[in-house]
């Protein structure tokens, strides 16, 4: 028999959805030591969104998905000296790295998507 | 009869696609003692660091959710438990004032690489009561009377493609 319930999908509303121009990945040029470097996208949604911020924080080829590495400094298992930061308005998606080493991270690939639909007002 | 489970999704829009998920749990043994210039045996933040394989071959963005009571209780993958320590401040072997330090209880870092998913567990958790001595000449601060608090971290990670 098959399993109603799994037309219960209505993909007009039911789910976070992806806009291929509001994600995609980047490179953020650091200029500035032990500061706040960022770049701004653009999204223009009228509402805050939904979204998703990861960086290759190191260059090792390791994207970190949590906004919290900084806390790495006393640790056996690596420093990352970097800090990802985000923030979002109605019109605007502003990502970025703070304590960061120009000669060490002259630029961070970071990768994001902004979701659509839902979010604050 | 049409078999439903074969229906696919037409979306004018992408979405995420989950691509490897699994359950990564880390012992980690609390607070380390550190020393360091002006300093000996502060209670620093440990990091302890677990891996497994990337079975999908290519790095992609991770959302998870961890637990350090036994999967009572769940935090956001980002979220970040502090607690505060009492520190009795000590100088010339008279006490002087209580201090208090906030501290990490626990959080959590997690990322991958084409190969390889990392986790993090991050936390310099210890007895909450200790004490800091500052002697002359060098009035040096060494704490003492503080034992590293073990935690177990269950992180559950679902991991889609970024792009």
């Not at chain 1, 990352?80 to 019109?91: H, I, K, V, W």
């Not at chain 2, 990322?111 to 009561?129: E, F, K, N, Q």
């Not at chain 2, 935690?151 to 679902?158: G, R």
Request: aromatic share 12%.
């Amino acid at each position: 028999m098959a399993d109603l319930t799994k037309l219960g999908y209505y993909s007009q509303t039911n789910f976070l959805k992806r806009d291929d121009g509001l994600s995609g990945g980047t490179v953020l040029s650091i200029t500035t030591a032990q500061a706040f470097n960022s770049i701004t996208i653009n999204h223009n949604l009228g509402y805050i969104p939904f979204y998703t911020y990861a960086a290759e924080l190191s260059g090792s080829g390791i994207i970190w998905s949590t906004q919290v590495t900084r806390r790495n400094l006393q640790s056996a298992a690596g420093s990352d000296e970097l800090q990802m930061f985000s923030y979002a308005t109605t019109t605007t998606l502003t990502l970025g790295i703070t304590n960061t080493d120009p000669p060490k991270n002259a630029s961070i690939d970071i990768y994001y998507v902004i979701y659509l639909d839902y979010g604050g007002a | 009869m049409a078999n439903l489970d074969l229906l696919s999704l037409l979306s004018s829009h992408p979405i995420d696609k989950i691509v490897q998920s699994g359950e990564i749990v880390i012992n980690h043994p609390g607070a380390i003692a550190e020393s360091g210039s002006g300093y000996s045996n502060f209670p620093a933040i440990r990091t302890v660091q677990s891996t497994t394989p990337n079975t999908y071959g290519r790095a992609g963005i991770i959302r998870g959710v961890y637990s350090t009571n036994g999967g009572t209780t769940w935090t956001a993958i980002d979220g970040v438990i502090p607690y505060t320590q009492q520190v009795a401040l000590y100088v010339d072997n008279v006490f002087n004032s209580n201090i208090y330090a906030g501290a990490w209880r626990s959080q959590v870092a997690i990322g991958a690489s084409d190969t390889t998913v990392y986790c993090r567990a991050i936390s310099d958790l210890a007895t909450a009561v200790f004490r800091v001595d500052l002697n002359a000449p060098s009035y040096n601060a060494v704490y003492s009377g503080w034992s590293a608090i073990a935690q177990t971290f269950i992180v559950k990670w679902w991991m889609f493609e970024r792009e």
